[in-house]
């Protein structure tokens, strides 16, 4: 186990869930699955005619570790009822800088105003490859770090008590490209639902804990170099039982971001226990943006 590591779960709140490439929340009470492994560029004369006509922007949904873009399944259901186009990007939880240039890269294929929200970890993502973006209209921190310039998301996950992902993650070391050895973060199965999800039903927690996808700890402890939540309006989702991200550390970000904010009583994984709730609040950030 490497000094990052063993900072990290000494931090006892250091890492943090917040979701590319698949989770734990993989798997969303409807049972639909699928993360979507690239952004398809919009037919831009589809998406042209849509808003010029007063249509809807496309909504962007970036989870975070321990999850892949199945997490937002349910979320994306009541979206595209109500006449959303959305895109569910994967999200390469590999480092904070490369993670937000493939967000930007999904960004960049969209025609039209965009909706950018991102769960856990996915909200430092958002936060850095939104930055200077002409067509994010509005960020939705969803149970989602919003970290300042300089900070990363394993330091503001500690900043508080409360969180008791350190002890419950199990380390797995790797080789990278370089030959260097990098640390993938898992939380354990044993402690997933009480960790992670536990207003989920087990059953839906046991499949999400088998199927979760890493984070390395780099992830985690890389510090932002852009804060987009302060030229973007912004939103936010806090969840009071999160076991992950400490509520008192949810609200410090989302007053000082002077986001509009919507407390809910949820685990960590809300996308996946109170997704009405989760797409009502993006509805929202749309609507107050027109």
Same mark, same amino acid.
């Given at each position: 186990?490497?000094?990052?590591?063993?900072?990290?779960?000494?931090?006892g709140g250091a890492l943090l869930?917040?979701?590319?490439?698949?989770?734990?929340?993989?798997?969303?009470?409807?049972?639909?699955?699928?993360?979507?492994?690239?952004?398809?560029?919009?037919?831009?004369?589809?998406?042209?005619?849509?808003?010029? %006509?007063?249509?809807? +922007?496309?909504?962007?949904? =970036?989870?975070?570790?321990? $999850? &892949?873009? !199945?997490?937002?399944? /349910?979320?994306?259901?009541?979206?595209?009822?109500?006449?959303?186009?959305?895109?569910?990007?994967?999200?390469?939880?590999?480092?904070?800088?490369?993670?937000?240039?493939?967000?930007?890269?999904?960004?960049?294929?969209?025609?039209?105003?965009?909706?950018?929200?991102?769960?856990?970890?996915?909200?430092?993502?958002?936060?850095?490859?939104?930055?200077?973006?002409?067509?994010?209209?509005?960020?939705?921190?969803?149970?989602?770090?919003?970290?300042?310039?300089?900070?990363?998301?394993?330091?503001?996950?500690?900043?508080?008590?409360? %969180?008791?992902?350190? +002890?419950?993650?199990?380390? =797995?070391?790797?080789?990278? $490209? &370089?030959? !260097?050895?990098?640390? /993938?973060?898992?939380?354990?199965?044993?402690?997933?639902?009480?960790?992670?999800?536990a207003d989920v039903p087990r059953?839906?927690?046991?499949?999400?804990?088998?199927?979760?996808?890493?984070?390395?700890?780099?992830?985690?402890?890389?510090?932002?170099?852009?804060?987009?939540?302060?030229?973007?309006?912004?939103?936010?989702?806090?969840?009071?039982?999160?076991?992950?991200?400490?509520?008192?550390?949810?609200?410090?970000?989302?007053?000082?971001?002077?986001?509009?904010?919507?407390?809910?009583?949820?685990?960590?994984?809300?996308?996946? %226990?109170?997704?009405?709730?989760?797409?009502?609040?993006?509805?929202?950030?749309?609507?107050?943006?027109?």
């Amino acid at each position: 186990m490497n000094k990052s590591t063993r900072r990290l779960i000494l931090t006892g709140g250091a890492l943090l869930a917040a979701a590319a490439s698949g989770t734990a929340l993989t798997f969303a009470s409807s049972g639909a699955a699928g993360a979507v492994g690239g952004a398809p560029r919009l037919d831009s004369r589809t998406t042209t005619a849509q808003h010029s %006509s007063g249509g809807r +922007p496309t909504i962007v949904l =970036v989870h975070g570790a321990f $999850a &892949d873009s !199945s997490s937002w399944n /349910d979320v994306v259901a009541p979206l595209k009822q109500a006449g959303y186009p959305v895109v569910a990007a994967a999200n390469p939880l590999r480092g904070l800088h490369q993670d937000a240039a493939s967000v930007r890269s999904v960004l960049d294929s969209i025609d039209g105003p965009i909706v950018l929200a991102g769960h856990s970890y996915g909200g430092s993502v958002i936060s850095e490859a939104a930055a200077d973006h002409p067509q994010v209209k509005a960020l939705v921190y969803i149970a989602a770090f919003q970290p300042d310039k300089g900070e990363s998301s394993a330091e503001l996950a500690g900043k508080f008590p409360g %969180s008791t992902l350190g +002890p419950n993650l199990n380390p =797995v070391p790797f080789r990278q $490209a &370089d030959g !260097s050895t990098g640390t /993938d973060l898992y939380i354990k199965q044993k402690a997933f639902h009480s960790q992670f999800a536990a207003d989920v039903p087990r059953r839906t927690t046991n499949l999400m804990a088998a199927t979760q996808r890493p984070i390395t700890d780099a992830a985690l402890n890389d510090t932002a170099t852009e804060a987009a939540w302060k030229t973007i309006p912004s939103w936010a989702l806090t969840t009071t039982r999160d076991l992950n991200i400490p509520i008192a550390a949810q609200r410090l970000m989302a007053d000082r971001a002077g986001s509009h904010t919507r407390e809910v009583k949820a685990s960590h994984a809300v996308t996946v %226990s109170q997704p009405q709730a989760v797409a009502r609040l993006i509805k929202q950030a749309d609507h107050a943006t027109r």
